[in-house]
């Protein structure tokens, strides 16, 4: 697949068939149409298929756009599911969309929510590669792809261009996961918080995003401090300026931030700050004492000690074995 270069506007084609499962659409529909409002690039949504008109999982009918022969350079596909207990492939029209995917690799990222992943089982797709499916197609999925290898209790999967989730509101996880690999952290936070999404797990499951959790709970004041700490993250907070962001005492903050967010407002800063680090080192561009400084540390070995509370490996070892992938 074809990774192509960055674009300010991303064109997401959606392929929809009938008995589409609908929430696997509207929910990464809604997340990259979220995305768009606060960042960039923006994602401009297209809903494609075989037949002029379909019937949705819930009765609802949509119009969608013909098969289209050409895409942008840049353009990713997204195959959502279909309700039933089992994909048919000789109907028509799923042998007509079959024809179509043959020639997936235009596509810089090939994404599927649900059974959507048993759609590409027909080509090269799957093969060798690490993917997944609703827990009840599992067992479809190897045997129709006897090399890929299949990911168990997983709500998505990464291999390269290719992202493979499981059932339903899976999609979504792997939606906020796309949005923060390509327009930020910060952006994936601001979708989750206004759509009243949680990350509940990653790719590094057990691990989570700090940009993402601890905001599971209704304290307007905990969540100004927490906006304030996400976009200035490198600043060197005081506690008193983030006490007036809540319009409490120092002491009152200290106790309701812990209260709601089971951390304690200094423990939250350094996770925010790790999550930075992880994703510059990544990047490759700066050196450790550069990220150290970027994100608040003037000290880089206090940015070393506080880094081996949150990661196994130290930050010049990870930034190495990130630069190998």
Not at 192 to 208: C, D, G, K, M
Not at 257 to 266: D, E, G, L, Q, V
Request: hydrophobic share 40%; aromatic share 8%.
């Amino acid at each position: 697949m074809n990774k192509g270069k960055r674009h300010s506007r991303i064109n997401i084609y959606m392929l929809l068939l009938p008995d589409l499962l609908m929430l696997d659409l509207a929910g990464p529909a809604e997340v990259f149409n979220f995305a768009s409002r606060f960042a960039q690039p923006h994602y401009q949504l297209h809903f494609i298929g075989p037949v002029a008109q379909l019937e949705t999982s819930i009765g609802l009918s949509i119009n969608v756009a013909p098969l289209p022969d050409e895409v942008p350079v840049g353009s990713w596909l997204l195959l959502p599911g279909l309700e039933g207990a089992c994909v048919d492939f000789d109907l028509d029209y799923i042998q007509v969309a079959l024809r179509w995917l043959e020639n997936y690799e235009r596509f810089a990222k090939l994404i599927s929510v649900c059974a959507g992943t048993l759609l590409l089982t027909r080509g090269s797709a799957l093969q060798n590669r690490q993917c997944t499916t609703h827990h009840s197609h599992l067992q479809d999925l190897e045997r129709l792809v006897p090399s890929a290898k299949v990911q168990r209790d997983r709500l998505f999967v990464q291999d390269g261009a290719l992202y493979t989730s499981a059932g339903v509101t899976a999609g979504i996880d792997l939606a906020l996961y796309l949005v923060e690999q390509t327009s930020g952290v910060e952006c994936a936070a601001q979708v989750a918080r206004n759509l009243v999404l949680f990350s509940r797990r990653t790719l590094q499951e057990p691990a989570q995003s700090p940009w993402l959790t601890y905001r599971n709970h209704l304290h307007q004041g905990v969540h100004n401090v927490q906006d304030q700490l996400q976009k200035h993250p490198s600043k060197d907070w005081r506690i008193e300026e983030l006490a007036a962001l809540a319009y409490c005492s120092p002491r009152h903050l200290a106790r309701i931030f812990k209260a709601n967010t089971k951390i304690s407002c200094k423990g939250y800063l350094q996770q925010l700050r790790m999550s930075l680090a992880r994703q510059l080192l990544g990047e490759n561009r700066l050196s450790v004492e550069q990220v150290a400084m970027k994100i608040g540390y003037n000290d880089v070995r206090q940015f070393r000690r506080i880094w081996q509370q949150y990661n196994q490996t130290p930050p010049a070892s990870f930034k190495n074995s990130t630069a190998k992938i």
